[in-house]
């Protein structure tokens, strides 16, 4: 075996991988039905006004205000003319003492300047009778009140939020310029390991792996690809970095402690470059970042838990940062934990949590165990030095997204 050397703070490692890691150039046209979520790559600028017309804002009557004077004190009869939905157009003119009824949305006619809100009127024999006396753009919505011709609505940099979406949908839009999503190789590696569906035989476990990675890489805005099982050998491995060196980026998993079939961070050296390789953290120790031909590599630890709780802390910030979008939003609650955990003190260790009934219950139990992270919705970060933390201590919960 070959021991670690000098191990790396988080903090430190973050920051390293921060200054190895670039947003994707490649550019790619999409649908506007298929880019939600996508960054964009040059500006959408308005070609039209936003409402392309002027519009009213409530059902009721289009009118010209000063006809409405008095109208509080003494309802006003205006001649009724004609009625409009939206998607239908007036082609006349309102003059002095007429109204057309309107309804939301629809285009207000020419020579309207107001809408009375239908609350504030009577159908009457003769027309309509206006209670309410209007101001000139009364429930009006003007052209281009929201957008205006020639307006960059969103700017390239920018994520298609749903609102924003909504925003380059309504200049009539049928696709968009986006940077491509990053594509993500995602490897196993170990004898050990075997696809699901196969049956166990002594000594075997399931790919876990693969896809908890897959589902990390698909919600940070990247597309995961699994390139399947890699064996303990070096042949395989170094295939397999080779392989990874085709894509954006490349996340390993196993292989990366220091037994003597853990080959990895030796293939990388080989190959390319290794930036650190151990961590001062628990779990997850053997870590490891590089890179290939220009594609960050990531060597996670083979245990469920260590590799999926350090894809949280150090795989999502590089993932969002390649993919163009902007940090996760750290979501934390604090609370007072249900009972004393033991701590190692020599690392900074991460404890997997769940809020419950206003309290953190501690559910960590090995670094190998899925379970760890499946029954919890969030972990706590326990400082360098500490080695117990007693039943009832308030503890700050970073929240899984």
Known sequence: MKPFGKLMTRLEAVRL??????????VEDVPIEEAAGRVLAEDVVAGVNVPPFNRSSMDGYAVKARDTAGAASKPVALKLIGARHAGEVFDGVIRDGECIEIATGAPVPKGADAVVMIEYTRLASDGVEIQREARTGDNVAPEGEDIKKGEAVVKAGEALTPGRMGAVAALGFSSVKAYARPRVAIYSTGNEVIPPGKPLK?????????YTLSAVVAANGCVPVRRGLVKDDPEAIAAAVKDASTYDVAVFSGGSSVGV???????????????????????????????????PV?????????CLNNAYVFLVPAL??????????TRTVTARLSRAIK???????????RVEGGEAVPVFKQSGDITSMAYANGYIIIPIGTKLLEAGSEVTIYLFN
């Open 17 to 26: 991988i921060d200054g190895n890691v670039k947003r994707i150039t490649r």
């Open 202 to 210: 002594p000594g075997q476990v399931y790919d876990i792996n693969s």
């Open 261 to 295: 079939r853990d080959l990895f961070a030796s293939v990388i050296e080989d190959i390319g470059r290794v930036h650190f390789h151990g961590l001062k953290v628990k779990p997850g120790k053997p870590t490891l970042f590089g890179e290939v031909g220009g594609t």
């Open 298 to 306: 990531f060597g996670m630890p083979g245990y469920s838990t260590s």
């Open 320 to 329: 969002r940062s390649v993919a163009g979008l902007p940090p996760a939003e």
């Open 343 to 353: 701590a190692e003190g020599e690392r900074e260790q991460f404890y997997s949590v």
